[in-house]
């Protein structure tokens, strides 16, 4: 509370029992449905920085916010440094879907320029996984990915996701084929 006051907050509530704790938490959320009635659509990103990095992610998020004219809505934890920018785009318009991908593609580069990672709560999968690199070196991704394929020789657990194009099982020769099929035949190889 001394802290926030000193840096110019101009509210401040701490709550006093079981039921408002439990009101804050409801409305924080609310904040995702909340968007939903501004915007028609919005891409909810989740990197993490630390705490003392939020005003710097903040502003870096307004600032990429103007470069690709697209709303944002900046939804935290501040607890726990983890992000969840709602970026704010309407699908019936060309090009704007693009625009919020590479919008949110920036935040997560911030992320990990300000010392943290690019996901918090919500994994790697499909949407981050070109972004590893921004994080990981070739070194620490040929390792990984050897490990995924000792855990995981048959390529059955999450295939095509986590690893960035070209670390896949396939190149350390663990892919398996049987009477002429493929295992996961529509997941793009390369």
């Not at 408002?20 to 609310?30: D, Y």
């Not at 103007?66 to 607890?79: D, I, M, R």
Request: some cysteine.
């Amino acid at each position: 509370e001394t802290i926030a006051n000193a840096c110019g907050s101009t509210t401040c509530q701490i709550s006093t029992s079981e039921a408002e704790r439990n009101l804050f938490w409801a409305g924080r959320k609310a904040a995702f449905p909340a968007v939903g009635r501004i915007s028609p659509d919005y891409l909810c990103m989740d990197g993490t920085i630390p705490r003392g990095a939020l005003p710097k992610a903040l502003a870096r998020i307004r600032e990429l916010s103007e470069k690709y004219q697209l709303g944002c809505a900046n939804v935290f934890h501040a607890g726990d440094g983890n992000l969840h920018p709602l970026i704010l785009y309407d699908a019936n318009k060309p090009g704007e879907i693009e625009r919020a991908e590479a919008f949110g593609a920036d935040i997560l580069r911030a992320c990990v320029e300000f010392g943290g990672v690019l996901t918090g709560e919500h994994g790697v999968g499909i949407e981050k996984r070109d972004l590893m690199p921004e994080m990981f070196s070739e070194i620490d991704l040929n390792q990984q990915q050897r490990l995924k394929c000792a855990f995981d020789a048959q390529g059955l657990l999450n295939p095509g996701k986590v690893f960035p194009t070209l670390h896949r099982c396939a190149e350390l020769g663990r892919m398996h084929v049987h009477a002429g099929n493929l295992a996961f035949p529509d997941i793009p190889r390369f």
